[in-house]
């Protein structure tokens, strides 16, 4: 408990041992002797005690206008009681049980949404409080604000990295709980990438910076956990404006009733303003304000808890509404880790493959691994640097000229004034080279030069750990349909769609058909209103479509700034078996918040009738405004 919460917490306990007091006093008759007023002092000066904020907090929002709320409306039904008592009927206990467990009902409040805050703010204690710059051989300890990139930190055990950079000495675990709900540390040595926000473990780093602090990993954490806020499910804002309405017509309805009961019921004036007592308490929408957005707050909450950062309540509302999950294929459902596993060459060269080279292959396939290198010499996609690392050798780029890169095509060069052409089918077709098909799973590159086709070298990529649990629980979980978007040939995209079970494969797609492709399932769900469309991606290109989709989903740690950017939600370690835990945490947030709205307002509605009527007395309202709070905000803990 904080220091507000605890000095509450000692005002309702003098409270209400004041208040048990005060009724045994009352209800054995010790207190007959004493003139009104007395009895009316008695009661009153702990209901000041227990009061005088919100009737300060009522007079405040007054003065700005704001004068409907349930401050207003706890200090008009309570003084209007403690009138009536010390006018006519006496019943002094009931005005200051209103306000005890008014406050104790806002105390349990408080302490509920400290919770919920609790694994936001775990995630907001990432922010480093200070940097070990070096410089000329002497380390400073500065504000992070301060460094800059290619300057040289050091970080020492139980320290947090402060911005993001990549390891120049030492080797070290680090503790990545707080980013990413991985309770196991992972080892950083030199030419490891290292991001702000995780804890080093065990021995001292020396990290060049590599980003800004205001453009690294926890500064943007922490913005968009900021703005988390601010985002509201369309639920929210419909009960706040709900309450906006809701609350002038109930007080409206209250002050007829005091007056109209007397009028033409010929009841006493006293009966008619006990029950628009009864009816303002009963009236007071906080089971409603409060419980709502700490569902949604719950579930965010929830989610982070497990390494998922979800931007705003409206976005948790989407995800519990998604039917349709469209995946990238690599480096989301794929490693994106290329390695070239078969070397083709051409018929014609196949007789020079019974003599072998240094490297153990045959002649014929280190002549079309280096036209391979030749060709993606300047290429830094990750099909060409794995041709390169199989290559093995240094690529003499002077030979080199006139190089085009072909999007979706591959690349056409000059290689020693000849054209080299490194590629799939369609570019070698484009040039009018005859070539052989090949049938082989993964990316098929088709060599050919100064004419003549010359191979084929074929290069796969491993699917991740967990990508098939991960697509079996999303279906548990209600996701309906799985769609996987991919620039491969048609054959090894089905051959990994097969292997992890997704129901709709699209391939040989260029980076602009992958909104096209998303822009025509959308257009499936036209008419559903409650069924959204996901997209996972992770690389820069993924960005349109993470924004065009209902719910952008971005792989964090390695995924581009672009994608984390666009996306509503980030899975801040990559695993995709986070999603179908999200999608869970989302759908019971959604059944939460609805069943505390029904239950709210059918309760609310039965008292307030049952008030009208002069069935309820003001303990039943005192139940259907603070009783029904609590349980409201008992319920939304559950998430």
Known sequence: MNKKQKKTLRRILIVLAAFFILLALDKTGILDPLPEAGRFILYFVPYLIIGYDVISKAFRNIRHGNVFDENFLMMIATFAAFGLGLFGDGQYSEA???MLFYQIGELFQSYAVGRSRQSIADMMSIAPDFANLEQDGQIEEVDPEDVHVDDIIVIRPGEKIPLDGTVIEGESFLDTAALTGESVPRRASVGDDVISGCINRDSILKVRVTKEYEDSTVSRILELVENASSRKAKLENFITRFARYYTP?????AVLLAIAMPLVLKMPWSVGIRRACNFLIVSC?????????????????????????????NFLEAVSEMSVLVMDKTGTLTKGEFKVNRILPAAETQKEAGTSGASGMSRAQERLLELAAFGEGYSTHPIAQSIQEAYGKDVDLTRISDTAELAGHGVRALLDGKVLLVGNGTLLQQEGVVFTPEESFGTVVYVAYDGQFEGTVVISDSIKEGAAEAIRDMKAAGVAKTVMLTGDRREAAEAVGKELGIDEIRAELLPADKVSAVEDLLKGLQGKEKEKLGFVGDGINDAPVLMRSDVG????????????????????????????????????????????????LIVKGLILVLSAFGLAGMWAAVFADVGVAVLCILNSMRV
């Open 96 to 98: 200051l049980a209103v």
């Open 249 to 253: 017509i109930v007080t409206i309805g």
């Open 285 to 313: 929408p906080c089971a409603l304000v409060i419980s709502v957005p700490l569902g949604f707050f719950g579930g965010i909450g929830a989610s982070s808890r497990i390494g998922v950062l979800v931007k705003g309540s």
């Open 553 to 600: 989903i971005a792989m964090g740690s390695l995924g581009s700034d672009a994608a984390i950017e666009a996306a509503d939600i980030v899975l801040m370690d990559d695993d995709l078996r986070k999603i179908a835990s999200v999608v869970r945490i989302a759908r019971k947030t959604m059944r939460i918040v609805k069943s505390n709205i029904a239950f709210a």
